[in-house]
């Protein structure tokens, strides 16, 4: 692992891109910083003390900016979920328990949160209960798009539906809204009892438990016959399509191929707008959801003129165990996400990371919610 950062050649085109670099201008935060003290760090441990070691590895959103643009391969995210294995601390231990034991609590805490007053938000663990209170999103959007024509291109084709934990635990009004789609397109939705995706133990630096949700998540798919398998979550979806936990490349191919984003599925549809739909929207684009983002292009098509604003390079600060490690600085990467956004009075998305944090910072009459909700 810690290889892959010696061939750096300091060009710094992954300084224009971090999130977090270019809101705290800090550039020790920066990606080539970071691969180069990962580098050090995980050839000699013993250079920083485990306390030290710990808080560095804390200080990355995980986006994968850096990594899309670098053309010497230099993998940051995945040097620091290494250095978080080796260092574990009570707050990945925390973020951890969250996304294995915990998912059955997600509705009942994130409800539970939203109560609590602000004045008994210490200032640590204040914007982690902010983002849980946001997982549930509040009372939800009202939906303005009525299928009402559908194409043939699924009909009859057997799929498998990946929800999500999310969906799963906490907003089963998207996966509502995703079956209700998929049976308008005549698919023959096939049971899969999936895991989590895995991809939030993976950056946490839990690489084996991580490992064992991908292979059991193939198994459902190798028993269901590897049909195409849609996905409605972006950060899922880029979880998924990292998997490397196959028998063959044939098979590592007819996985790429399976991977279905929803927004994708349902371009052929064709919509009625409702007289409630707002006038200004904006639209997140998650930082997971790579350069080709379908949910962008399904609600540029469908929204037209009434899509106002779209984010492009701003993450919207979630940052995954960050929001625990040092939320102080997710706070700068968030506002200017907001910046971005401004003037819109419904923000939509397609990542349940970036919906959590979208629903729980949001500016007071703005009202945030996953795309299928405007579906109904
Ligand atoms: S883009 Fe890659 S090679 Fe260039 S400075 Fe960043 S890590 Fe190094
Ligand atoms: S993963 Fe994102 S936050 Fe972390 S160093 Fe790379 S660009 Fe910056």
Avoid at 27 to 49: I, N, Q, T, W, Y
Avoid at 77 to 88: C, D, E, F, N, Y
Avoid at 140 to 168: E, I, Q, S, W
Avoid at 316 to 342: H, I, S, Y
């Amino acid at each position: 692992m810690a290889e892959l950062s010696h061939n750096c050649i300091l060009c710094g085109k992954c300084l224009d891109v971090c999130p977090l670099l270019r809101a705290t201008g800090r550039e020790e935060l920066g990606p080539r910083a970071k691969s180069d003290l990962c580098r050090v760090l995980l050839e000699s441990p013993d250079r920083l003390s485990e306390e030290d070691a710990a808080r560095l590895a804390g200080l990355c959103l995980g986006c994968g900016r850096c990594r899309e643009v670098c053309s010497q391969s230099v993998d940051v995210p995945s040097l620091v979920a290494a250095l978080r294995g080796a260092h574990p601390d009570f707050k990945s231990w925390l973020w951890k328990t969250w996304l294995t034991r915990a998912r059955r609590l997600w509705s009942p805490s994130s409800k539970a949160a939203g109560l609590i007053p602000d004045r008994f938000r210490t200032e640590r663990l204040g914007p982690m209960l902010k983002t849980l209170a946001g997982m549930s999103g509040g009372p939800g959007l009202d939906p303005f798009l009525t299928p009402v024509a559908f194409p043939d291109t699924f009909r009859g084709g057997k799929l498998l539906l990946f929800a999500g934990c999310t969906a799963n635990y906490v907003q089963g009004r998207w996966l509502t809204a995703a079956l209700r789609l998929l049976d308008g397109l005549g698919a023959d939705i096939l049971p899969g009892d999936f895991q989590c995706c895995g991809s939030g133990l993976k950056g946490a630096g839990f690489a084996d438990e991580s490992r064992a949700m991908a292979e059991a998540n193939v198994r459902v798919w190798r028993q269901a016959g590897r049909p195409r398998l849609a996905v409605f979550c972006a950060s899922c979806l880029a979880g998924l399509r990292a998997y490397d936990c196959f028998d063959s490349e044939a098979e590592a191919r007819q996985w790429a191929e399976s991977l279905l984003p929803l927004s994708k599925a349902v371009r052929g549809v064709e919509f009625e707008t409702a007289g409630n739909a707002p006038e200004r929207m904006g639209y997140h684009h998650p930082c997971h959801a790579g350069k080709n983002d379908p949910d962008r292009a399904f609600l540029a098509a469908v929204l037209g003129d009434r899509l106002v604003r779209a984010t492009d390079t701003q993450c919207c600060g979630f940052g995954g165990v960050m929001r625990l490690a040092a939320p102080g600085l997710t706070e700068p990467v968030n506002r200017k996400c907001w910046d971005a956004l401004a003037g819109a009075e419904v923000v939509l998305s397609g990542c349940s990371a970036c919906l959590a944090q979208l629903s729980a910072t949001a500016p007071q009459g703005v009202r945030v919610g996953h795309w299928l909700e405007t579906v109904g």
